[in-house]
């Protein structure tokens, strides 16, 4: 796949002044409101710095304006407010941006952290939250929109409440050596703690790190042309491309290559998702050279997404799915979870959300397509072995498909044929 980023970003040369505003920390205040009034003054050719040996309370959202050649440095700590009815009543407002602190917009902008162990942190104090399940007005962490040529490295978050990284209508990212723990001390899950978010072109993601409890990296509509590679996810929902097509909508995804990644206690390791009724295609998506260790359902792929809590599947026999075209899922290792009765922290339903009719928990593929829409859709070189030591199986209707996909296409045990070789 060829990759369109050109390296990492780097400011070019300037001949004008560059500005350096250190943010200002007053104990048991806001320091939202200091920074804010400055942030006119440092839209382009400046840094802006939370300084080193400090720790900053950011207590209500920050929306920063366009940026040209800025970047946001942490190098002290930053933490959210520590009550819940605080946060949720930012996020109630009309005002409220979609994340706790938004880019929205400019071009050569980096948010840059630091590998200091003890600061550079971004404390969310998520566990208050899921240890109550709440899940009403919730914020997001960081949103970039519409941002041209940005960097967003060395960053650490610490129990984020939900989502982290969002991109939307972005390009030209380059997001790398990031770290996300959103581990849970006690038995509550951490729901939609998402690492990443692909939502443009040409984004190049490598080296993070990210303990979740929802999708490592998802890859929404309208992206193109994404590399994520040589990274660790733990806990998570996967390396995702949708879900695409919600209520009928045309979305598209193009040219996107998930490689080098160890998946540990993932509910998935590669996962394709598309609403029924979607519309629209995903093209080119590569998945190769992921370790997956006490995985459920390695690699999955619908075009039958549906919200259980909403009722049983719809039955559709339309031939405007969004349409899958050309997906490589190559060299895949590791062993399959299929402990009698292990149920995965995200199920709150009976069956449990991610239940899929006739599976029998000993799956290394499953396909479910609809005929005629999908096309060239190849599994290699998986080995797998269970926990159990149970023959490893497939779930697969080869009435909806007509190439080899690289295995005896049917429900039962997983044989490799000439194509998966």
């Avoid at 959210?80 to 407002?93: F, L, M």
């Avoid at 909806?400 to 690289?406: E, P």
Wanted: glycine share 10%.
């Amino acid at each position: 796949m060829l990759l369109s980023f050109s390296g990492p970003l780097a400011y070019a040369a300037i001949a004008v002044a560059w500005s350096t505003f250190v943010v200002p920390h007053t104990k048991d205040a806001d320091d939202t409101l200091a920074l804010m009034a400055a942030i006119p003054g440092y839209t382009s050719d400046a840094s802006i710095v939370f300084e080193a040996d400090t720790t900053y309370n950011i207590w209500s959202p920050i929306t920063f304006p366009p940026f040209t050649n800025v970047e946001v440095v942490i190098s002290g700590n930053l933490t959210y407010p520590t009550s819940i009815k605080t946060v949720q009543g930012h996020v109630a407002t009309a005002i409220y941006s979609g994340a706790w602190l938004s880019f929205t917009g400019g071009d050569n902008v980096t948010l840059r952290g630091n590998t200091d162990p003890d600061w550079g942190w971004v404390d969310g104090h998520g566990q208050q939250w899921w240890d109550v399940m709440q899940q009403t007005n919730r914020p997001s962490g960081w949103l970039f929109e519409n941002v041209t040529n940005g960097i967003i490295r060395d960053m650490k978050i610490y129990k984020p409440i939900a989502w982290n990284f969002g991109t939307i209508g972005s390009s030209n990212m380059h997001i790398f050596n990031n770290i996300i723990l959103a581990n849970s001390e006690s038995a509550s899950f951490p729901f939609n703690t998402d690492g990443f978010s692909a939502g443009g072109t040409n984004f190049l993601f490598e080296n993070n790190h990210v303990v979740n409890g929802d999708d490592c990296l998802a890859v929404g509509s309208g992206s193109k042309n994404v590399t994520w590679r040589d990274s660790y996810c733990e806990g998570s929902h996967g390396l995702s491309v949708g879900s695409l097509g919600v209520g009928g909508q045309v979305a598209s995804v193009e040219d996107v290559l998930f490689e080098n990644t160890i998946m540990n206690r993932t509910l998935y390791a590669a996962r394709f998702k598309s609403w029924t009724g979607g519309n629209g295609a995903a093209i080119n998506i590569t998945w190769k050279n992921i370790t997956f260790i006490d995985v459920m359902l390695p690699i999955f792929v619908t075009q039958n997404y549906q919200e259980q809590s909403g009722g049983p599947h719809p039955s559709s026999s339309s031939v405007n799915e969004t349409r899958i075209e050309n997906f490589l899922f190559d060299n895949f290792v590791g062993v399959i979870n299929d402990t009698p009765g292990y149920v995965e922290g995200s199920c709150i339903t009976d069956p449990c959300w991610y239940h899929v009719s006739g599976a029998t928990g000993k799956e290394g593929v499953i396909f479910d397509l609809y005929p005629k829409t999908a096309t060239n859709i190849v599994v290699k070189n998986l080995v797998a072995h269970t926990f159990s030591g149970a023959p490893v199986a497939a779930m697969c209707n080869f009435s909806t498909i007509s190439n080899d996909v690289g295995f005896v296409c049917s429900d039962g045990p997983y044989v490799p044929t000439q194509a998966g070789l």
